[in-house]
């Protein structure tokens, strides 16, 4: 007599009573942080950066007092994400946690920059996703709407022009811009010491 399998993946796969039990803990745990992120979405609308510096710390993410972030950022897994010293981050963010994301010192990203470190595979037939970190590293400038994808370091000094699609490494103090980003100058100045100062109050 043939036993028919009592639980199934989404992809119609049968599962043990272990394997069902694992992804029936981690849908609740994924309930848990899908109503801890719209609680941060919620926060991100609050014009105080010490309130909202307070929860993403609660969250767990490494976020340094001397850096900030601005309003109505969206975030995945902040226990992901670790930002350095004097760096500010721009309004309407996207920093994916979902593996590491490694934001240097006196880093200033622009408004509308979506940063991600997961992705579908396209060529897998059951689509799932390749996590990959991204690293960038001390006084990179990022500008307006820029896109970052998985896997990326972006290097010391660097900079990414706005609108640019960034899918391979950006070598040091090299400019880059466009959709793939490409080289199109280097940075002269390679001695820096800036600090960014103050973020905009009430944003």
């Known amino acids: ?29 994924n309930y848990w942080l899908d109503f801890w992120l719209y609680v941060l979405t919620c926060v991100g609308h609050f014009p105080i950066h010490t309130v909202r510096w ?54 200033d990203i622009a408004s509308n920059v979506m940063i991600y470190n997961s992705e579908h595979d396209i060529h897998s037939a059951d689509f799932n996703p390749i996590n990959a970190p991204v690293e960038i590293e001390d006084y990179v400038f990022i500008g307006p709407g ?15 022009a706005a609108g640019a699609v960034v899918t391979k490494d950006v070598p040091e103090f090299t400019i880059v811009g466009g959709v793939p980003a490409k080289e199109i100058g280097i940075r002269q100045q390679k001695d820096l010491h800036y600090r960014l100062g103050r973020a905009r109050l009430f944003q």
Do not use: C
């Open 146 to 160: 820029v896109i970052i994808l998985p896997g990326v370091t972006i290097g010391k000094g660097a900079v990414v």
């Open 1 to 29: 007599m043939t036993i028919m399998a009592i639980f199934k993946d989404r992809m119609g796969k049968d599962l043990s009573l272990a394997q069902a039990f694992s992804k029936i803990i981690n849908r609740f745990f």
């Open 54 to 107: 307070a929860f993403y710390i609660i969250s767990g993410m490494d976020l340094k007092w001397s850096s900030h972030i601005h309003m109505w950022a969206r975030f995945y897994d902040p226990t992901g994400i670790k930002i350095g010293k004097d760096s500010i981050i721009g309004d309407h963010v996207f920093l994916d946690g979902r593996d590491k994301l490694e934001i240097g010192d006196h880093v």
